[in-house]
């Protein structure tokens, strides 16, 4: 069985819209995970089925899916060339960029939204018709007021309040944010569900069912998906890489790497340069 790839986020902002079509004869893409929210509206297709953490979903033409930051994912689909509107959304560098903005607190209730909407859901993208004329094909990057209309649209289709950040699910956007900022310290489930003001238990089982994996292997992503980029762009030492990147030790660094990546750090920085 082949191990997912991780996909590295290619876009200068931290956020992207695209429109575009599925490549000729391509029938499925292999499944692989990445650190961005994952938004894909089919348009005008015969539909498929997406494969999320080992569960399927079926889409149909009209179908808006959503793919949680690191869900390991792959596409089946049912006929080739299906167009459709893809986004990306790297949510705490999205929020950043409007923290000094009178809409500060708007857009971080409309993201802890669009994160916790269903998997497959129907869209009526009569309400996109304008707006999905300004959005650029593909190897462009939206505009962050491309990615906010479309996040608009899809939240009130789905029916999801934002009126507060307040929300159920709320916690569950402020620990991937923690994740990402202090990947390098120890990550307690416990210290985050004190922090989310609810037990430690609850945030156990919804957070699996949440992001479809447990809370440990979660954070073993990131800190991979941290380490990774160590390996790509600098000569640190892989002991070095271990602690910097918040592992217990050098052999729990490599075991982590392998069973996500099938081969060992070293061998993957080797491929890098072959």
């Not at 033409?61 to 459709?84: C, D, L, M, R, T």
């Not at 640190?236 to 081969?263: E, M, N, P, Q, W």
Request: overall charge positive.
């Amino acid at each position: 069985m082949q191990e997912p790839a991780y996909e590295e986020y290619k876009y200068p902002h931290p956020a992207f819209i695209i429109k575009r079509s599925t490549h000729p004869g391509v029938m499925a893409v292999k499944a692989h995970f990445h650190r961005h929210l994952e938004i894909v509206c089919f348009a005008g297709c015969a539909g498929g089925k997406i494969k999320i953490d080992g569960m399927f979903f079926p889409y149909t033409s009209g179908s808006a899916v959503i793919i949680k930051p690191y869900a390991v994912h792959e596409y089946i689909f049912h006929s080739p060339q299906q167009k459709h509107i893809l986004a990306g959304i790297c949510i705490n560098d999205f929020n950043r960029l409007f923290e000094n903005s009178v809409i500060a607190n708007t857009v971080k209730i409309m993201m802890n939204a669009i994160i916790s909407l269903p998997t497959v859901f129907p869209a009526d993208f009569s309400k996109l018709s304008r707006p999905a004329d300004n959005i650029p094909n593909e190897n462009l990057a939206g505009t962050a007021g491309g990615v906010l209309l479309l996040a608009d649209m899809l939240i009130k289709t789905a029916g999801k309040k934002t009126e507060s950040p307040a929300g159920n699910n709320f916690f569950y956007a402020q620990i991937l944010e923690y994740m990402e900022e202090h990947y390098a310290c120890p990550v307690r489930l416990e210290e985050m569900a004190v922090k989310a003001g609810i037990s430690k238990f609850y945030l156990s089982r919804s957070f699996k069912k949440f992001f479809g994996m447990k809370f440990h292997d979660f954070l073993a992503k990131v800190r991979i998906k941290k380490s990774e980029h160590m390996l790509s762009y600098t000569s640190a030492s892989l002991s070095k890489i271990s602690i910097d990147c918040g592992f217990a030790d050098l052999s729990h660094y490599i075991r982590t790497f392998k069973k996500l990546h099938g081969v060992t750090p070293d061998v993957f920085r080797k491929k890098l340069y072959r």
